[in-house]
């Protein structure tokens, strides 16, 4: 066989033949793709990194924050450059992460390839199903606080998440989302329209002079870094940084991929410079009385406060939604191996 051969010409990932014409449909553009990446990564974790910070300290928290920050953007480049050289190596038109694994593998272990697209799929539905458990549990806080706030209605949060159970089921039943994508948009308000809420009330306690209210950094000394609970920082700001399991399909579906290394620095330097900033504050503002979400601290009577939180609950349920279609693909991916083989030279 020659070196220039590619090969993987002509046959079947996941029972798809493969085509150079593949990307042809594919145009997202370089600010779509940024957007995508934003959207991936803001979610819950976002608003758990105020006790991220208060578990690491007010030094080390912001500081590592962008460590991991750059180490997840680091690894989300070195994913996308490795896809294109299989495919630009194989004349593959687009990999998913489990294809990846199996082409890569078949190089070098021509009878482990499946096993690898197997164990990725399996670690994939793993993550995905986790930030489905993590995001009920959340559901369940959330609504749970919003009827004892607003409406002085106390019940519990296991029981709101029982209730919740019915129309979750129903929409897992959507495999399609673009039957989603106007639930999506209305998502996307709800939680910029959070953020300033929520920003707000962290900049009402810096300068309110009500002792009772004001921010915990103008009361107390903050420790600068608490090695005790440093681990319990590093798994939330891991599971903050949930984009990467966008990169792939993002790049898949660019109109230049060869600008995703470029695109994706910019949007994760966005997201990194926001983790770092609303966590920080989050931790200055409420200091060790901050809890699993900071929304959870939010116990105002101001109007807005109150439509935060029913805005908030429409975000994370159509969040929730997305993760599941995602930890269903995964699944369904376990069901069906690729049954691509490198020919025998």
Not at 20 to 25: E, L, T
Not at 42 to 51: D, E, M
Not at 78 to 97: G, K
């Amino acid at each position: 066989m020659s070196e220039r051969q590619p090969l993987f010409v002509g046959i079947r990932l996941n029972g798809d033949p493969l085509s150079r014409d593949k990307r042809s449909d594919h145009n997202t553009t370089d600010l779509q793709t940024v957007m995508h990446i934003l959207k991936a990564n803001i979610g819950t974790g976002l608003l758990a990194l105020p006790q991220a910070v208060m578990n690491a300290g007010l030094i080390a928290g912001p500081l590592g924050l962008v460590v991991l920050g750059i180490i997840a953007s680091h690894c989300m480049m070195v994913l996308a450059d490795c896809s294109r050289a299989l495919c630009q190596r194989h004349e593959i038109s687009t990999l998913n992460y489990s294809e990846a694994a199996k082409v890569c593998t078949q190089e070098h272990f021509p009878r482990l390839g499946t096993v690898a697209s197997i164990v990725v799929n399996i670690f994939l539905s793993i993550t995905q199903f986790g930030f489905c458990c993590i995001y009920f549990v959340f559901m369940g806080q959330n609504i749970q606080q919003v009827f004892a706030t607003a409406f002085d209605i106390h019940i519990d949060c296991r029981v709101w998440m029982v209730i919740l159970l019915a129309p979750v089921i129903l929409f897992s039943w959507i495999r399609n989302l673009d039957t989603l994508a106007s639930f999506s948009s209305i998502a996307n308000v709800c939680i910029v329209f959070s953020l300033f809420v929520i920003l707000y009330e962290e900049l009402y306690r810096f300068t309110t002079s009500n002792e009772v209210d004001k921010a915990a950094v103008r009361t107390v000394s903050l420790p600068y870094i608490t090695p005790a609970t440093l681990p319990l920082f590093f798994g939330t700001a891991v599971y903050a940084y949930e984009g990467i399991g966008v990169a792939l399909p993002l790049e898949n579906k660019m109109k230049t991929p060869s600008h995703f290394n470029r695109v994706g620095w910019i949007a994760m330097s966005i997201v990194i410079v926001l983790y770092s900033v609303f966590g920080s504050l989050g931790y200055l503002a409420y200091g060790t009385a901050l809890k699993g979400s900071i929304t959870l601290n939010l116990e105002s009577d101001i109007t807005a406060t109150k439509i935060f939180f029913l805005l908030t609950k429409v975000f994370l349920l159509v969040r929730y939604i997305c993760y599941l279609h995602g930890a269903v693909l995964c699944s369904d991916g376990l069901h069906g191996a690729s049954t691509a083989q490198v020919p025998q030279t």
